[in-house]
T-cell receptor, first 114, second 110 residues
Framework: GAVVSQHPSWVICKSGTSVKIECRSLDFQATTMFWYRQFPKQSLMLMATSNEGSKATYEQGVEKDKFLINHASLTLSTLTVTSAHPEDSSFYICSARPPQETQYFGPGTRLLVL | GNSVTQMEGPVTLSEEAFLTINCTYTATGYPSLFWYVQYPGEGLQLLLKATKADDKGSNKGFEATYRKETTSFHLEKGSVQVSDSAVYFC?????????FGAGTTVTVRA
């Protein structure tokens, strides 16, 4: 089946630093990748949609300069949380979508900003 | 806009009990409907889906029927196991984006 990986699975960083999270589709090419944020005991909230080779489309209320997304290839997208603060602590989940198919989700990355 | 409302949890059941998680939706057009499951420490997995009215999705003993007249997609399983303990998310899509419900935590006790 389609497998999506994320790295790292968890990260702790100091306030003010930047953190990069990778999302890879391991056995398929993903024309579209999605980034979600999940707060404890809450649902997934879509942050942005990225298509390979083009700029990401951000959902309303998501700061594009804060959450930098790069979709450099058909198998890799990265999310960089710039100048992270404690309120950015959350569970970040990516998904990847082959053409005309459903989304496949990664295992998530837990970010803790101290 | 699109929205999904699902039964609040947590839900605690004994093994072999019947499970129902209610899900209703609001959407324009004719969305596809999904149930995703998130086991502890893991990412979301697609459990089942239905793409048009009256379709029934089924997998691993779980079933859900797309009811357009009641805008519902309730999840059911006749006899749950401890391994079914997880968070269940109802979702819809009528383009490439998914809209999720809040999730329902289910705990099955032996």
């Amino acid at each position: 089946g389609a497998v999506v990986s994320q790295h790292p699975s968890w990260v702790i960083c100091k306030s003010g630093t930047s953190v990069k999270i990778e999302c890879r589709s391991l056995d398929f090419q993903a024309t579209t990748m999605f980034w979600y944020r999940q707060f404890p005991k809450q649902s997934l909230m879509l942050m942005a949609t990225s298509n390979e080779g083009s700029k990401a489309t951000y959902e309303q209320g998501v700061e594009k300069d804060k959450f930098l997304i790069n979709h450099a290839s058909l198998t890799l997208s990265t999310l960089t949380v710039t100048s992270a603060h404690p309120e950015d602590s959350s569970f970040y989940i990516c998904s990847a979508r082959p053409p005309q198919e459903t989304q496949y989700f990664g295992p998530g990355t837990r970010l803790l900003v101290l | 806009g699109n929205s999904v409302t699902q039964m609040e949890g947590p839900v605690t059941l004994s093994e072999e009990a019947f499970l129902t998680i209610n899900c209703t939706y609001t959407a324009t057009g004719y969305p596809s409907l999904f149930w995703y499951v998130q086991y502890p420490g893991e990412g979301l997995q697609l459990l089942l889906k239905a793409t048009k009215a009256d379709d029934k999705g089924s997998n691993k003993g779980f079933e859900a029927t797309y009811r357009k007249e009641t805008t519902s997609f309730h999840l059911e399983k006749g006899s749950v196991q401890v391994s079914d303990s997880a968070v269940y998310f109802c979702a819809l899509s009528n383009d490439y984006k998914l809209s999720f419900g809040a999730g329902t935590t289910v705990t099955v006790r032996a």
